[in-house]
């Protein structure tokens, strides 16, 4: 596909205002700790590197693409979960994300065929049907204002529940999303409670573990359900307790199931619901691009075409995806604990020190993007991603830990938005400011209210 030519004056999307750099204490009080990209300084998106003392511990800032190769590829094992992850988020502690060393290779050795390419495509499926089941549902709604957010992490969590759990799993979708949301937030701000390892005294994370508490429940009664079930249904949680059950006790097969299973469920639906809503938020405010992809989704859906037929339609499409997740990363921030001494780039860095990748600064370094906080699809154009360091866009992470899920995430994101484009045009809402708001994840604040109309033509 021929690269689309971009307008004069490119649009800025929303971002938290600039500043320089903060206290120490202002990370942990106030509206700052409640949406840590806010406290980023305006100098990070120059430096490749930055160091600071927090409560007693370095803290190295990494945003140079050598430095974060050597964290996520060549120096991997180097860099484990921080020590404080369980305190935070106890139920995945023990899954494919908090696990480090031979644990969570063997881990991943066992997910790895679910996620296969032909597995995936299985899937696809669902994907569609989802998608046009919402459209179907905005016929009812349109023309008026719909929040695409929240139906997004509707849809996201119905492939979710159907592709994965059979609709087995007990939870509701407005129940899911409220729990969910709760747990991320409560593990997303940064706290001094739990870097004094005080977390079960601090009553703002109370809300986040009763939450984990509710999806752990609800979980722990399907696992079990399923493996006294002599004939379960085909999908995922069957496969993976499975393999689990091959290399466990029961007892232990269940309990990596469960933190695995929350994974998915928490990081799996909420993560692509985000990376949905702000597609369709660059695009809501970018008409002309819109209708590009609109073209290109009404030309991929044609009678007859397979799931995977359309997904490769979609070229332009997965540009404007790409962009939104360098733009609006679905995990803004990788952090972790060096185990010995290491050298990274100029700095020194000690055992027990903390690092910090966070794909919300390197995705906008003026170092490494041409205009970096301007939307512009043709940054994922063929001829601009060969002249890409392949650690400057992240959104998945990257190295051995890159996201299990990513080729999953986008086909449902890609194969979702083509349904909507197809049928509806978008527009922002009037009156409304789109903010963003971060925890473990990032979303519009308060979700995405945009005016819905069925396409012409």
Known sequence: ??????????????????HGPLPVWRLFVGEM?????????????DLPYASRRIMGRMYHAVQDPDGIKRVLLDNQPNYVRPSFLPRLLPLIAKGLFGADGAEWKSQRRLMAPVFTPANVAEFMPIFQDVGRGVADRWSRQVPGVVDVARDATGATFDVISAALFSSEHGLSGDEAARHVHAALAAAGQPRISVLLGLADLDPGSRGGREAQGVIRERIAAFI?????????????????IAAFSAEHEPKEAAQLALHNAVTFLVAGHETTANALAWTFYLLSEQPQ?????????????RPGATPQEVLDGLVYLRWVLEEA????????????????????????????????????????????????DAFNPENFSPEAKARHHRFQYIPFGAGPRICI?????TAEALLIAAEWLARYEFAPAPGRQVEVASDVALRPKGGLPLRVKVRKG
């Open 1 to 18: 596909m021929d690269a689309r030519t971009p307008t004069a004056e490119r649009f800025v999307p929303t971002k938290p205002p600039e």
């Open 325 to 372: 997740m360098r733009l609006y990363p679905p995990a803004p921030r990788i952090e972790r604990e060096a185990a010995e001494d290491d050298e990274l780039g100029p700095i020194q860095v000690r055992k027990g020190d903390l690092l910090g990748i966070w794909p919300w600064v390197v995705h906008r370094h003026r170092l490494l993007w041409d205009d970096p």
């Open 405 to 409: 899920g990513a080729q999953f995430a």
């Open 224 to 240: 079990a359900r399923r493996q006294a079930n002599p004939d379960p249904p085909p999908d995922f949680m069957t496969r993976l």
């Open 33 to 45: 700790a409640k949406n840590p990209i806010a406290t980023v300084a305006d100098v990070s998106y």
């Open 289 to 301: 691009a819109q209708a590009w992809c609109a073209e290109e989704a009404r030309a991929a859906l």
